[in-house]
Every structure is written in structure tokens, then in C-alpha cells.
């Protein structure tokens, strides 16, 4: 195996995420972001490519959520050992945060792929005796705390990472900001390449952009404007005090606010969206940047349970790193599918059950709905209409949910209540479950163990979406509001189905609640139920669809190879 010694030599792409989330023990994630950037890291890793990765250690992790008998989230701090898991390493950095000198020491974990391959993560943690208490704590929480609290974390992110990696050796061609979070490394890079004050003419034009720009790499992941990190220029001042002139600042990150996002798009020499949708919806929030788009995918071999592993071991070998074997999945019989889903199934059934006594049953139809709790996702646009969900459904339908609501989230929170209460209201004639404790482990069973996985985020919050790209790895069929990756997964009737009409721009910002809860009740009725009852031999055809033509395209590998030839080799 390779480590840091080796490495050293070749120059990196060195990838900056505030959350990644890569294995369930270490609880450095909240959700999809962090999810998709450690499958980045791990199909990096399988392709051999010359990666490191730099995150913040998160003591505390997100939280433990335990739900009450009435729907109430309660938080819990997860208790967890870095030291289990990785190495203190022993070189420090040091940055000046409200004009103290705050100590930084570094954990790494290798991610290391059977192909030989291997991406070390760096963990930044501030928790060290020479830093006061306050200062211990920058690096406990992940989004816990306020502007002020997220604004030095975010400096440590990206200041810190950049000067860890120099203090390590590393020679970095390309830094990669998963979102905008990071993207306070571009000062520190400016900084660095300072020109020569005597060549310019400008004191402004000491700030080498253009050479900075060069070096970066920008991925938004938000689609709404309430979504980008901002902080007022009074908070900069405080916390990291005047790095790059204030009037040079401004006009690099927004004159009003320090806008993270804006910071790093004119920074970096490639700026894309997450899926093709969500790169034309960037353009038109931010006119006169271009904003390419690379859809995200899943590491297939992460995301595929135990019993389709064992098919495709059998009849694709090799797929784990080329999911393009997916295109024979023609190979797979029928019977075989089918016996590989019902033992995946009962795995989650059997969980279901002894978790909650609601003693589900395998031969029902049942759909899969796990996704962070809030308000645009929508958890609870299936029961618009109690009585006409109970006309199509009595009998027929079993309904699996779980997903934790951000601390301060209210509105998120009251989701899981009613989810509750209408559960309630359903009782005896369609079973419903809120799985506690949403986490990796409990994706891969549910997007595996359920029939159908659902999604009715509002149109175009949904950047991409991944649950469902994990769905499909398993067989799983889609039935989604047609926005994010699903706008390019989708073929209806054929990988799946689609909720409500093609994202025009009229929809941006109506409420498309009834005529989405329409088309959902009609196709669920007409199209979903009879063809799962009534004909298997045309919902296995669709299981194959899902695998061999939205398993085959939405993974990372795929995605890493694109970011390869599109942004880190230019
Ligand atoms: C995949 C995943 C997500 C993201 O799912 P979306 O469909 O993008 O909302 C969130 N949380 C966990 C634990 C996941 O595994």
C-alpha cells in the first residue's frame, strides 16, 4: 500500500469537502454532499488517480437522531474514537482566527482500493492543549453553531488544508472545492503566488487571479440562492481580519457579502453543476459565468447489497470497476434477479419489524422514501389525499421512511411528525414506518430492500439526488418528480416512472403540489401497483432497465473520469 512517503513525488488534485462520508463508523457526514464526496474519493482510489483529500475530523460527528413514540427528533452527540480509525500525524500549521494563533493538527485514513490505488484523507482538528477551549471546539460539530462558528470552520477548511498539504510535501496541481465551503483557499493561494510589487504598476495587480484560477476547480451543489454560504464583510473582518485588501475581496466575493460561492467561481478555471439541469438553472442565477455540468453518480460497489453483488459476480465479473459491464445485464435470468431482490427485501423486512414491531410482510408492494428531512423534499406529498391514497393503496402498499431533520430545521422537523400522524391515521389498512437513525448502513438497506424508491423533492431544488442512483444499483425502480439526475435517468414505463410534468421554467416558482399529487395517485393506481401485482415478468424488465441503463451511467467512476478529461487535465 501506498503511503504518504510514496505519494509525495507525484503532483495531486487535492479535493476540499466539508463533510465526506465514507464508511458508517465515522460519522463525518451529514447527507448527500458528503456522501458523494467519499464515493468521489473511493472510485478516485480504483482509478489510480493521484488524489488527496482534505475534510475537518467533526469529534462530535452530526448527530445521533432517536425519534419519540409521537414523531419528535431528538439530537444526540455520536461518540466515536478517531484514533480507532486513523493516524495523528505529526506536522501542525497554524492560523490567525480573531487575531489568535490557533494550533491545526491533521488526521489521515487512507481509502485504499483493491485495484492499488489509494487517496489519503486529511482530518483538520483544532483540538489540541496549546488552543484555548473555545478554539478546541472549531472542529466538534459538522453545521452545529452559528455564522461565526461556521465562518472559522470554513477558514480552517480552506486555509488550513492548503497549508497542511505544503507542510506535508505535496505538490498540488488542481484544488477541487466540493461546494463553496472550501473556497477560502483561494486566498490563501493568493497570497502565495504574490507578484512582485516592483513589476506592477497596480497595487491591486500584485493579486495573481489568473494564476490562481488556473489551480481551481469549482462544484456547486445548490441550486437556490438561500443556499450559498454568506458572510457579512464586519464578521471577515473580525475573524480572519485582512488577508487580501477588503476592496480587492469585494470585488472577488460581493460587495455587500462575502459570498463563498461567488469567491470561488472567479477563482477557479472550471466552475459545473451536478447534473445537466442544475448547470442551466446555476447559469441563469449567476449570468455570465460559464457553468459546465457533470452528473453525480454512486460508487457502484458501495451501493450495491450483498445478494446483487453476488449476481453480478457471477454473470458480469469485473463490474465493481466497470460498472459499464452493467450494459449485459441481459445475461442475468429473470428468476435470478427476482431471488436476488427478495432476499434483499427480507433483509429490510426482518430489520423493519424487530425495529418496530409493524410486522410488514414480503409479498407486499413496498415503497422506500429516506432522504434528509425538509421542506422542499416534501416527505409527505403522498398523503395530499388520505382517502384517495387509501382507495389505491388498502391492502397493497407498505411505506418505509427514515432521514434526520437539520437541528434548527422546524419546519423539517414537523415533516417527521405528521409522517407520524398520518401513519396513525392510515393504521390497519397501509403500514408505515419512520426508520430512526438515517444513515450509510441504512441507505444500503433500504434502497435495496424496497420495491419502489420515491422522490418528490419541489422543482429544481433537487441539484441531483443520489438515493435513487443507489436504488437502481440494486434494481430498485425510480418513481420520482422529474427533476435532478432523474430528468436524464428517466425513460417512463421503461427505468422507472416519472411524477408530474418536465421542468419548464413556469414552474419555478408555483406550487406544483396538486397536479404532482395527481399524477402520483394516477400512476401508483394504474400503472405502479397493477404492474407489480399483476405483471412481474414487465417489472423485472424494468429492474433490468434500472441497472443496465441508470446503474451503467450514474456512478462515480464514470463521473471521475469526466471530471479527469474536463477539469483536472486542463
Ligand atoms: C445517499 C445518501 C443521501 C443523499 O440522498 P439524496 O437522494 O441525494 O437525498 C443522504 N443521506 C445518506 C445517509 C445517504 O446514503
Redesign the pocket.
Known sequence: MKRIQDMIPEPKIAYFSMEI?FRNDIPTYS??LG?LAGDTIKSAADLNLPMVAVTLLYRKGYFMQEIDATGRQIEHPVKWNPADHMTLLPQRVRVRIEGRDVSIQAWVYYIDSLTGGSVPIFFLDTDVPENNQEDRELTHCLYGGDDRYRLKQELILGVCGVRILKALGFQIKKYHMNEGHASLLTLELLTRFKKDIETVWDERAVWDTEKVKELCVFTTHTPVEAGHDKFSYDLVRDVVGEVIPFDVLKELAGKDKLNMTLLAMNLSMYINGVAKKHGEVSKNLFPGYQIHAITNG?HSFTWTCESMARLYDKYLPGWANEPELFVRIGKIPDEEIWEAHMEAKKKLIDYVNEKTGAGMDCDTLTIGFA??ATAYKRASLLFRDIDRLLKIGKGKLQLIYAGKAHPKDTDGKSNIEEIFRKSEQLKGAIKIVYLQG???DL?LKLVSGVDVWL?TPMRPREA?????M?AAHNGVVNFSVLDGWWIEGHIEGFTGWSIGPAPTEATLTASTDDIDAEDLYNKLENLVIPTYYGQRNIWVRMMQNAIGKNAYYFNTHRMMRRYVTEAYIR
Not at 464 to 468: D, L, M, Q
Open positions: 462520508g447527507g448527500g456522501v454512486v432522504r434528509r438515517y444513515d450509510m441507505a422522490n441531483s439526488g443520489t438515493s435513487g443507489k
